[in-house]
């Protein structure tokens, strides 16, 4: 981790240059041309992945056992999104995007100054699916890297305390943000989420009708791991460092995906007491000054040590 790429101030990361090829099957990303590792997980059993220095980097979280969550919880929040999209409006610059050829809305913050129909449909549908999978993203998160967790956590309760008219997406989400990708057969362009907090954590639950043995597997490009990926299943991982895909799923299946993360600059909005770099260095003493130069130098190894180590697990 200490060596993967990030912006010089430590909030958010760099510009990675992706494969120009990325629509890759299975075979081709096992094969000898990448040569990379198969993690073929069953979406629910909880496996975090560590460095070589042992910090927990990302976490395979899963889901609960039960038909009772699959047809009820996974099935509602996939209903949802089906639903919304019948309702939304979507620009042109929602249908193609640096990520891919699919449909995609944000809603939260910096994502939307006002409401949209996101926001109607999916934040606030009056179902059980969502906001359980939100709880249960929220526990994972709190679990695997619970410094990170507390950071997102007050950075979130210290914006909607000074900003009154934001609001929280779901109750107990850590997040200021939220995307769905509507597909209807998602697949993401090789990318990083470069604008998220650099050494921070975002949330993928896969949802949709497909089968997770010949599609839809998360593909970590920097670490050459292929991790099955099957629906309602969630990842919590960096999305601002790690280089990542996914494999596409077959015609006649649907795959969508449902995304929590908060943007870096939020961080430094807050750390900066609610204000630009501009104008609070505009009002700095030279010592004030001096004193954010050593902090922006250590703020990567700072975030860095937030990561849970293995010895607090095991």
């Given amino acids: 981790m200490n060596k993967l790429p990030v912006a010089a101030p430590g909030w958010t990361g760099t510009h990675p240059i992706p494969p120009k090829d990325f629509s890759h ?32 980097i990302l976490s395979l979280s899963g889901q609960p056992r039960g038909e009772g969550w699959k047809n009820g919880m996974v099935g509602a929040a996939t209903s949802t999104i089906c639903h919304t999209s019948r309702h939304c409006m979507f620009p042109d610059t929602a249908k193609g995007h640096r990520h891919g050829k699919f449909r995609a809305l944000a809603v939260g913050t910096p994502a939307h100054t006002q409401p949209s129909d996101l926001g ?9 699916g969502v906001n359980r999978i939100v709880n249960f993203i929220s526990n994972s998160f709190a679990t695997l890297a619970l410094h990170v967790f507390q950071v997102y956590q007050k950075n979130l309760d210290d914006l909607v ?76 991982m960096p999305s601002a460092l790690l280089l990542h895909s996914n494999v596409e799923v077959k015609e006649g299946q649907t795959r969508y995906s449902f995304t929590q993360y908060s943007a870096g600059g939020l961080f430094r909005w807050v750390y900066n007491g609610f204000c ?25 190894e700072q975030g860095l040590s937030m990561f849970s180590g293995w010895e607090e697990f095991w």
């Fill in 25 to 56: 099957d299975l075979s081709e990303l096992l094969g000898p041309m990448f040569d990379m590792t198969l993690v073929d997980w069953d979406g629910y059993t909880p496996i975090p992945i560590l460095d070589a220095e042992g910090r927990v």
């Fill in 276 to 300: 630009t770099d501009k104008n609070l260095l505009e009002k700095a003493t030279d010592q004030e000054k001096a004193k954010r130069k050593q902090e922006r130098s250590q703020r990567w």
């Fill in 120 to 128: 109607t449909y999916v934040t606030q549908a009056d179902t059980d």
């Fill in 161 to 236: 305390e000074h900003h009154p008219k934001l609001r929280r997406n779901f109750p107990k989400t850590p997040f200021t943000a939220a995307i769905v990708n509507f597909g209807p057969r998602t697949v993401t362009k090789p990318h990083i989420d470069r604008a998220n907090l650099a050494w921070g954590w975002c949330a993928i639950t896969a949802l949709g009708d497909f089968d997770p043995d010949t599609g839809s597997h998360l593909i970590l490009w920097d670490l050459g791991l292929v991790i099955r990926f099957p629906p309602g299943a969630t990842i919590l």
